[in-house]
């Protein structure tokens, strides 16, 4: 069972996991349903009350949306259990203003790409000891950083968080949160073609500057 429990300032821990789906959640307010938003910027402040309804908000959509990657449900909710952790451990990283959901999204994916290059060393160090492997989680966000190492990563996501915001938060939602662009567009208030072209755009800016990027850190590091 996943449960709200940051270092720090612990909360009460939630009394039902996300594996069920349920996105009900405790409110600070009755009367009130505060943004994710509002709720970062208190747990910002070190409000562990604020934090668990965040918890409660974001954990199962995080669950499902690792789940349909890794297609295990006990790896899943270890991941989003890391995720949701982080997303307390870094909350100062957190920039005041800016949208709740592709940051915890981006802390998610990150979370996931790490723990299947984790399985994939753990499988390859049983295989060479003459034991039988786990068997093989496939994810195409992990297939498709595997040939990068951590600097080209660090890279990578530095490229993306440069991207004009309307053109980051469409290509993360589609990309890393796996959200259609007719979803994005009904709950922005815009048209299919206009999230389309965003994403598009997005994806041009970002593999422009991240050849570019590449191309001098490679010159950079073979220069005498």
């Given amino acids: 069972m996943l449960s709200a429990l940051p270092p720090a300032s612990t909360p009460p821990s939630p009394a039902r996991g996300v594996a069920g789906g349920s996105d009900v959640s405790p409110t600070l307010n009755a009367a009130v349903i505060p943004t994710l938003e509002s709720l970062m910027e208190r747990a910002c402040d070190g409000d562990a009350r604020a934090y668990e309804v965040l918890f409660h908000r974001m954990a199962p959509a995080i669950y499902r949306y690792v789940l349909r990657r890794v297609r295990a449900p006990g790896m899943a909710e270890e991941i989003t259990q890391t995720a949701m952790y982080k997303v307390w451990s870094a909350r100062a990283m957190f920039q005041r203003g800016a949208r709740v959901e592709p940051w915890v999204y981006q802390i998610a994916h990150n979370a996931m790409i790490d723990a299947l290059r984790a399985q994939k060393r753990r499988r390859e160090r049983l295989t060479r000891e003459g034991d039988v492997p786990e068997p093989e989680v496939i994810a195409h966000e992990g297939d498709a950083l595997d040939g990068l190492d ?20 469409a ?6 949160e ?8 009904e709950s922005q208030g815009l048209s299919v073609s206009a999230i389309k072209v965003r994403a598009f755009r997005a994806y041009q800016t970002l593999r422009a500057a991240f050849g570019q ?12």
């Fill in 150 to 169: 951590d600097a080209q990563r660090n890279l990578l996501t530095q490229c993306i968080d440069a991207l004009p915001t309307v053109q980051r938060e």
């Fill in 171 to 176: 290509l993360i939602a589609m990309k890393v």
């Fill in 178 to 185: 796996g959200r259609s662009a007719r979803e994005i567009a």
């Fill in 213 to 224: 990027s590449l191309t001098l850190q490679r010159r950079d590091g073979s220069a005498p």
